[in-house]
């Protein structure tokens, strides 16, 4: 098994910053793309920010220019600088980790983490 805990989340004026953090534990021999996904209050979760093992990142246009994701493959990690941060921010962000392999080329699975709640005031 594989767990994600995620940490950084917080309260926040808008215009301030947060960092989240994000780890994976477990029995784990690579992981494909770790993401991060937002879910406010009432509304279905979505796609924030995406990194692949190479590096590659995309991004979901209401935070071009204001997120950095990040990650670090020797830990297992993924991070999220949000800056510039708008009310419309404010939600529970989740770590993803897919297409985890726990040796070389066994079944790819997908995780979650629990959530981390990021609220910005105005």
């Known amino acids: 098994q594989v767990q994600l805990v995620e940490s950084g ?3 926040v004026q808008a215009g301030g910053s947060l960092r989240l953090s994000c780890t ?3 029995s784990i021999f690579s992981i494909a793309v770790m993401c991060w996904y937002r879910q406010a209050s009432g509304n279905e979760r979505e796609l924030v920010a995406t990194v692949l093992s190479n590096g590659a990142t995309a991004y979901a246009d209401s935070v071009k220019g204001r997120f950095t994701i990040s990650r670090d493959n ?3 990690a993924v991070y999220l600088q949000m800056s510039g ?3 419309e921010d404010t939600s529970v962000y ?3 980790a897919d297409g ?3 040796y070389k080329n066994a079944p790819s699975f997908r995780y979650w983490g629990q959530g981390t ?3 910005v005031s105005s």
Do not use: D, E, F, I
């Open 117 to 119: 709640q990021v609220t």
């Open 9 to 11: 989340g917080g309260l």
């Open 24 to 26: 994976a534990s477990g």
């Open 74 to 76: 020797a830990k297992n």
């Open 85 to 87: 941060l708008k009310p």
């Open 100 to 102: 985890v392999r726990h």
């Open 94 to 96: 989740y770590c993803n």
